[in-house]
């Protein structure tokens, strides 16, 4: 499969911005004034001009990856100190795989990283991802993932994941997992007969390797302290089928030991905790970073590997999990926490970062959300996003010494300074009273009166909605909607209670939620009755089908991207993967299985809806929209359908969502009226 080529094509045109940077004109008729909704649904539908971003270690350089036309990702490399101009070293044209993202080894040569989406002999979808090395000029191009071998028993799905980018005393070296695959013995005495996730230390200059850790069958992930000494390793428990169980099983390495101890006594402020889960380990301070449960909500907490009963909570609030480590520089310190209340913040242990961060989100336009996404080794200089509800973000070099924050480049080239609504927290009553938290964004200039308006539930369920910007919703209020988007119960993020059962076994409660959304809008005035529609992508698309079984009158018109249609369908797609018994327990038994299956109740539908899906979507398979379409037909319903080939569940391509932008607006106007 070709998902590179050394010498890029001219297929991206390039732009300077701030005298620096450069971005594909995928669609440079919508910088027009008077734009048809074909230009608005591209200038919206274009994918990120920065999908991902590295500082080199020396702080000299920087690559990004861009999105180019169509389904394509362009590799950008610019050498600031040598003032010269960006220069393209590589791209992807393959459909069925992504560019996801690149770092820098050494300021010579990156690694990167390739997601794809293959298809067995026997239909089923299996993910799979590649790692390659790369020269900063676009030169000598190396695989990093082992190639599979003729003789192997199972596909290879995993090319590896970097475990260290630094291993003390070994310049230009790498940490990086390997899976074995076992091979049939048969005639031969070479056959591997090791199987599972070890660790090797590779060569980035010239991709030789040797074992740092010897696979283990149970093992999913390893993690390395700062000196890249591989300190935890946590393994996926199994059932006699051979399905994964959902428990996992936490090993850590004392210093100076090899001997693996499992978190099996872990005691955090004199209190014994159920599960402890390790996601960092500073080598320096001998502790594991990792969460805990305390009064219901995620919390993190300190625990020394010399003395696991001695842990300590080092960040919990009481009204939302912890959600993230805030990690920098080569050796991924710790840094802070990220959580979300109305807006997501960050909690600082770095009091110059805290400082930092404060003082730039109040000098820069509209007090932006301040995020460091990149370090120098030497932390010197940092990367920093800034962005908010109403800007998708600018790219920033921030040089401690001097004091400098240079604007580099921005995060969609063709949003930049485009009006857009301010998204507002708001929250309204579920209909036994309790307070739903969620997002109201308005058409600027509006009255907030009399408006079409969509709600917009979340996918997962087990995620939610953040303030800041989103394509979808600033499209369509760029249309003249209001938008809606509740966190209901089941989402994630606002600790144990809130989540429930989840958001399949306790569909009425968060299905309930979403339709006392649309039932606030009209109650406040703020959405016309008769021009109030739902849309929604994967569970926020079954959301929005669901609200028809429950209450058919209440939305005029219903969108579902890559919809979950029926709960048995979801159990029964699971069972060529191994995952398939946690789905079974995701999902339960019991009545609610059929009641909470909209494509089982295609009759009370009384809304037109819209159906968009792609072939190759893991998450929720084809047939659930293809099957829905079919039996809202059969039922003498109004519907249309649009599928994609070989895309994913993401629809990561520029002109299939500005196509799909393109058909909602034209439905949604015909639907409601307008």
Same mark, same amino acid.
């Given at each position: ?102 770092? *820098? &080894? ?240 960050? &909690? ?9 961060? =404060? ?107 953040? *303030? ?138 009384? &809304? ?61 106007? =015909? &639907?409601?009226?307008?």
């Amino acid at each position: 499969m070709k998902l590179l080529s050394e010498a890029l094509s001219a297929t991206a045109t390039l732009a300077l911005m701030s005298g620096l940077v450069a971005q594909q004109a995928i669609a440079q008729d919508a910088r027009e004034n008077g734009e048809s909704i074909e230009e608005v649904a591209a200038r919206y539908g274009v994918r990120a001009s920065v999908l991902d971003i590295s500082l080199s270690p020396s702080g000299n350089k920087i690559a990004w990856i861009a999105a180019g036309p169509e389904h394509s990702e362009v590799l950008n490399v610019v050498d600031l100190a040598a003032g010269g101009g960006v220069k393209q070293i590589a791209q992807n044209t393959e459909e069925i795989g992504d560019l996801s993202w690149c770092r *820098w &080894a050494t300021d010579e040569r990156l690694i990167c990283q390739i997601d794809g989406m293959g298809r067995g002999s026997d239909g089923v979808l299996v993910g799979f991802d590649r790692m390659f090395a790369i020269n900063y000029d676009g030169s000598d191009v190396a695989s990093l993932s082992e190639r599979g071998s003729l003789r192997a028993l199972g596909f290879n799905q995993s090319g590896g994941d970097i475990v260290a980018f630094d291993v003390a005393g070994q310049n230009g070296r790498i940490l990086m997992t390997k899976n074995y695959v076992k091979e049939r013995s048969t005639g031969t005495r070479l056959a591997n007969t090791k199987e599972g996730l070890g660790v090797d230390q590779i060569d980035v200059s010239n991709g030789r390797r040797r074992v740092a850790e010897q696979p283990d069958n149970g093992a999913i992930r390893y993690v390395a302290d700062e000196q890249g000494q591989v300190r935890v390793k946590i393994r996926a428990g199994y059932d006699a089928n051979g399905r994964l169980t959902g428990k996992f099983f936490y090993l850590f390495r004392a210093s100076g030991s090899n001997r693996w101890r499992e978190f099996d006594n872990v005691v955090v402020d004199g209190k014994s905790v159920e599960r402890f889960v390790p996601l960092a380990v500073d080598g320096r301070r001998d502790s594991a970073f990792g969460y805990i449960a305390r009064d219901g909500y995620d919390a993190l907490a300190e625990v020394p590997l010399s003395d696991p009963t001695a842990g300590s909570v080092m960040f919990a609030r009481d009204d939302v999990d912890v959600d993230g480590l805030i990690r920098i520089g080569r050796q991924r310190r710790v840094v802070g926490v990220s959580y979300a209340t109305e807006k997501r913040s960050v &909690a600082y242990f770095d009091e110059e970062l805290k400082k930092l961060s =404060e003082d730039l989100g109040k000098a820069l336009p509209n007090q932006p959300l301040i995020n460091i996404v990149g370090a120098s080794a030497d932390e010197s200089k940092l990367l920093i996003i800034a962005s908010s509800d109403t800007d998708p973000g600018t790219v920033y070099l921030y040089d401690k010494g001097s004091r400098q924050l240079e604007q580099l480049l921005a995060m969609r080239q063709f949003l930049v300074d485009q009006l857009m609504g301010p998204m507002k927290p708001v929250s309204f009553p579920a209909a036994d009273g309790t307070e739903i938290p969620g997002y109201l964004t308005l058409p600027p200039g509006s009255d907030g009166k009399n408006l079409p308006a969509i709600v917009l539930p979340h996918g997962g369920p087990a995620a939610r909605d953040y *303030w800041g910007f989103d394509w979808i919703v600033q499209f369509l209020v760029a249309r003249g909607y209001a938008v809606l988007q509740p966190n209901y119960r089941g989402s994630a993020g606002y600790g144990e209670d809130w989540f429930g059962k989840n958001g399949y076994q306790a569909w009425d409660v968060a299905i309930g939620d979403v339709n006392d959304a649309g039932r606030w809008l009209v109650s406040e005035g703020i959405a016309n009755p008769d021009q109030l529609a739902i849309a929604g992508w994967s569970y926020g698309g079954y959301a929005a089908l669901q609200s028809q079984v429950v209450a058919p009158d209440l939305y005029k018109a219903v969108v579902a991207i890559a919809p979950v249609t029926d709960l048995n369908y979801l159990r029964s797609d699971a069972r060529a993967y191994t995952s398939s018994r946690i789905r079974d327990e995701q999902l339960g038994d019991g009545p609610h299985i059929a009641a909470g299956s909209p494509l089982r109740h295609a009759e009370k539908f009384n &809304a037109p809806v819209a159906l968009f899906h792609a072939t190759r979507d893991v998450n929720v398979e084809v047939r659930h929209s293809r099957a829905m379409a079919d039996r809202l037909k059969d039922a003498g319903k109004r519907v249309q359908y649009s599928e994609y080939d070989d895309l994913q569940h993401n629809l990561d391509d520029s002109k299939v969502r500005t196509e799909m932008l393109t058909k909602i607006d034209a439905f949604l106007t =015909e &639907a409601l009226g307008r």
